[in-house]
């Protein structure tokens, strides 16, 4: 059983179109997040949810937008795509609401997304 | 949100303890120190947490002096396997905000 899930794996697309990333996790745990990892392996938290509440929100362009239709799931929906945008997305949980200390976090196979 | 510097990159062989360093100066009085393992196209993965003295689980052992202004990732006898990039991270239970999370990562090699 995959405990964090994405989808798609893989993403190719032109630059201005929009795109979608699935996530889903089944460990039953009360946050997720997104995160970006750039071709230099930073790693910078975009957002975060609580049960559906939104409590982090970096400094993310807001052509990104994140989508909890229920606690298992959050989507990124990102809109005019630009060739900076053209990274590795993880999707992580935690039972917690705590990512900078203290809950574990549980991470997803990530999203590659190539902007051409 | 405390400030993590690494070495960015370390070089080791099998069967050698690896130790990896992260400082990080002005952490605060609740700040928990964590370290998670990263494989290439994988997500990183958990390896130890810990608050001051000594911690140690299956995987690795973490050290962390009096002043907690620095701490060490120790990996006891190395393979190939444990070739990744390894980050340490700063914070506390009341933090709920921050420009980042996650330092810049050590890539451990290890060479045959």
């Known amino acids: 059983d995959t405990a964090v899930s994405q989808t798609p794996k893989y993403l190719v697309t032109q630059m201005g179109n929009d795109k979608s990333i699935k996530c889903e996790q089944n460990?039953?745990?009360?946050?997720m997040y997104w995160y970006k990892q750039d071709s230099k392996k930073f790693l910078k938290i975009m957002f975060s949810y609580n049960n559906k509440e939104l409590i982090i929100n970096e400094t993310v362009p807001n052509r990104f937008s994140p989508k909890s239709p229920d606690k298992a799931h959050l989507n990124l929906h990102i809109n005019s795509l630009e060739l900076g945008d053209s990274a590795v997305y993880f999707c992580?949980?935690?039972?917690?609401?705590?990512?900078?200390?203290?809950?574990?976090?549980?991470f997803g196979p990530g999203t590659r997304l190539t902007v051409l | 949100l405390a400030k993590t510097t690494q070495p960015i990159s370390m070089d080791s062989y099998e069967g050698q303890e690896v130790n990896i360093t992260c400082s990080h100066n002005n952490i605060a009085t609740n700040d928990y120190i964590t370290w998670y393992q990263q494989f290439p196209s994988q997500g990183p993965r958990f390896i130890i947490q810990?608050?001051?003295t000594k911690v140690t689980n299956e995987v690795a052992s973490l050290f962390i002096p009096a002043d907690r202004k620095s701490s060490t990732l120790s990996l006891p006898r190395v393979s190939l396997s444990d070739t990744a990039v390894y980050y340490c991270l700063v914070g506390s239970y009341n933090t709920n905000a921050g420009k980042s999370t996650f330092g810049d990562g050590t890539t451990l090699t290890v060479k045959p």
């Open positions: 810990g608050y001051k």
């Open positions: 992580a949980s935690s039972q917690g609401a705590r990512p900078y200390g203290g809950d574990e976090q549980f």
């Open positions: 460990l039953g745990h009360d946050t």
